[in-house]
């Protein structure tokens, strides 16, 4: 039966998880040069346009649909058919379908989005438009039926995610280091600096993604209960642990604090703990956030020694993140706390380990290969590389004939 609590709770956290792809666009535009802002902010707000069509005729289906082979969902709800008011027998017992159905596509909205961070200011808009589109279909749509549908084969021999640390975070890290690979580095890079334009706009994107990650990972407990107010802890204390070991890593490499140190932290943590955070307490919580914090500084250090222009630190934060918060689930998961959950490593459940690893590295792959393939073939086909001339212009200019600020 309709649960008005649960239902009330899920059209809030619904809510929450839009405003954080919006939130994401001002976190990336700011940390851009000031003739690329609205480029930057265009090529993730426009994916609550693009992806919301998208969901209602394909994406839902595909994902949530009825199973077929483990693989995909079959297209049953095509056009949202048969999607109605009732509650979902499979997915959601105690709200609307169609309320779960709308809530699950914030998730998918903001997952291509994340992947922009890692080509910011090269790419023109029309091309990443159709490979957007095309990797929703052929990459998320199919790792979330994995993972998270019922049938999905992933999910039948035990792989765990709480809330996208594999069908957001993962995905999106893979997708990213494959566009760094065919696109290549801004004109430029290892010669000049990148500064950002505006800090103070990153950090209110921080506090809105922070603001929005309660619903984010919150919600994904689909009801106003223990386990959400489990993953809201979680959420916090993760975020709050990543920020204060980047800030810590900083001081004893830099001998200084940064404000971009402490947003990006901020934002590895809150990723790491997403696929954890129903299924662990308060402790393992902030010991999730703080090796956020470790792995993502090193990693977002990597990429200068390894020559990889990771714009926005895509890969070392989302990838990085959402990759060992997964397989930290393996070890600090507990029945005690989640009963509906799993026991991992530090439970007596070894095994469990064996499967979170398992899943980042199927995972991964799949969404490498597949977003590579594309990329290659639209960057033959179309160009998704804006021209030298319109690089050293701006994107704000060349792609949208519009500027954020009058000099």
């Given at each position: ?114 992947i922009t961070g890692a080509f910011a200011e090269r790419v023109r808009f029309v091309p990443f438009v159709i490979f957007a589109l095309l990797w929703a279909i052929l990459v998320y749509n199919p790792v979330c039926h994995w993972v998270w549908g019922k049938g999905g084969w992933l999910g039948n021999m035990g792989v765990m995610d709480f809330a996208g640390g594999l069908v957001v975070h993962v ?237």
């Amino acid at each position: 039966m309709i649960n008005a609590a649960d239902t009330a709770f899920i059209m809030a956290a619904a809510g929450l998880v839009l405003l954080m792809t919006p939130g994401l666009a001002l976190f990336y535009a700011g940390m851009v040069r000031s003739k690329n802002v609205l480029g930057t902010m265009m090529q993730s707000f426009f994916m609550i346009a693009l992806i919301s069509i998208e969901w209602v005729y394909l994406g839902y289906s595909m994902s949530f649909g009825p199973d077929v082979a483990g693989v995909i969902g079959d297209l049953s709800f095509f056009a949202l058919n048969g999607v109605t008011t009732a509650p979902s027998p499979d997915y959601a017992t105690t709200i609307p379908q169609i309320l779960f159905m709308v809530y699950q596509c914030m998730f998918a909205i903001i997952t291509p989005a994340l992947i922009t961070g890692a080509f910011a200011e090269r790419v023109r808009f029309v091309p990443f438009v159709i490979f957007a589109l095309l990797w929703a279909i052929l990459v998320y749509n199919p790792v979330c039926h994995w993972v998270w549908g019922k049938g999905g084969w992933l999910g039948n021999m035990g792989v765990m995610d709480f809330a996208g640390g594999l069908v957001v975070h993962v995905t999106c890290g893979a997708a990213a280091l494959a566009a760094i690979l065919v696109i290549g580095p801004r004109r430029g890079y290892g010669r000049q600096s990148y500064i950002p334009h505006s800090l103070p706009m990153t950090f209110l994107g921080t506090g809105l993604l922070w603001f929005g990650w309660f619903g984010f990972n919150g919600g994904s407990a689909l009801a106003a209960d223990e386990v959400a107010v489990t993953a809201f802890v979680a959420t916090h204390l993760g975020g709050m642990a990543g920020m204060l070991m980047w800030v810590v890593m900083e001081w004893f490499t830099l001998k200084r604090a940064t404000t971009l140190g402490a947003a990006s932290g901020a934002i590895a943590g809150l990723a790491t703990i997403t696929p954890a955070a129903g299924f662990v307490g308060p402790n393992s919580a902030i010991i999730i956030g703080c090796l956020a914090g470790m792995a993502c500084f090193a990693a977002v250090n990597l990429k200068t020694r390894l020559k990889l222009d990771d714009s926005l630190d895509v890969v070392g934060i989302h990838g990085v993140g959402g990759a060992v918060g997964t397989i930290c689930l393996g070890v600090f998961a507990s029945t005690a706390v989640n009963p509906g959950g799993v026991d991992g490593l530090l439970a007596g459940n070894a095994a469990q380990l064996g499967k979170q690893i398992f899943g980042v590295v199927v995972v991964g792959a799949y969404t490498l290969v597949v977003s590579w393939i594309l990329l290659k073939l639209i960057h033959s086909t179309m160009g998704l590389r804006v021209s030298e001339e319109a690089e050293v212009a701006g994107l704000d200019y060349t792609e949208h004939s519009e500027t954020a600020y009058n000099n």
